[in-house]
């Protein structure tokens, strides 16, 4: 009786749904730094190069690399694998 009793408790102690989503899948630490996840299920990064030694740069080239990059129909998929909670 106390045996049963035990085991009873115990059993209620371990949830469902943790050994369902086990195991848990690691997010890339590269691509979380550099890619923000959108709405319509795409990404976003900033261009590099545009931080600094800007003299020899043109204007056109400092005023491309401002703008936000998305990204393309191939890398979404490689990104949502490596960012499968994003």
Known sequence: ????SRLVTTAKQFSTSAIASFPKLKTHS??????????NGKF?????AHAHLNVTKRPGRKNALCQTAYSSGAQTPTLKKLMPYA
């Open 1 to 4: 009786s106390m045996f049963l």
């Open 44 to 48: 976003k990064r900033a261009h590099a």
């Open 30 to 39: 590269g691509t979380k730094k550099r890619w923000r996840a959108i709405s």
